[in-house]
């Protein structure tokens, strides 16, 4: 069962390592990885430097996958996530 969760995690862990840049792995080490976006912007009237996006950890017999879901207009999405330089 741990062989299976660990080629799971492995292949999530390739799909959200896709995203990073522009987002920012924060952590990245044997059992967990942490994106987010890196950038000065508002929400909601308070300031932020940055924005969790997803993550995911793996235990000795869980897997944990979590992502932020962001409903938003294409405008609002592009001042929020850092320059790729690819836009």
């Known amino acids: 069962m ?24 924060k952590v990245d080490k044997a059992g967990r990885y942490e994106l987010y976006s890196i950038k000065d912007l508002v929400i909601d009237g308070r300031k932020r430097d940055e924005v969790y996006f997803a993550e995911q950890s793996s235990r000795s017999h869980l897997l944990v996958s979590i992502s ?18 690819n836009a």
């Open 2 to 25: 741990a062989d299976t969760l660990q080629q799971i995690y492995n292949k999530l862990k390739t799909i959200l390592s896709k995203y990073s840049p522009p987002l920012t792995a």
């Open 68 to 85: 932020c879901l962001c409903i938003t207009t294409p405008n609002l999405l592009k001042r929020s996530l850092p320059s790729s330089g």
